[in-house]
């Protein structure tokens, strides 16, 4: 694959690919779990301050799940993406590997049953080699 196609695959939704890439890093280090533990004492702190109001509760049972699902989507999005571009890498392998089964390129695609057909064949050559003994052992 050139660079044209990989750069043109890559700028389908560019601005939300790099949004979303950044916004699930940063979710999952540390410094999103210090902001949040701040936000709940910031939260708690305002509860106690205005005597837990009505408004005060709604913008954690409203305000949570609305960004638990947003967050769900920009998460989804780059597990897709990533998820894509590894099973790409891994064809490419497979295709440029001598002896490799073609069969196996987007293996992903397969039905179940195939799959499992495809298991059975895979535990039946790792057993078959296991007992081989090798010329070394001898």
Partial sequence: MDDEAVKTATEDHPRFAV?????VRFTGSGWAMAGTVVLVAVWAAVGIGTGFARGWELVMTAGVPILTLLLLIVVQHTQNHDNLA???KLD???RALEGGQD???RVEDASGDHLERLEREFK???EETVDEPT???A
């Fill in 124 to 126: 039946a050559h790792v």
């Fill in 86 to 88: 590894m099973q790409l």
């Fill in 19 to 23: 949004a979303a890439k950044r916004l």
């Fill in 103 to 105: 069969e196996m390129i």
């Fill in 92 to 94: 490419e392998l497979i």
């Fill in 135 to 137: 010329s070394a052992s």
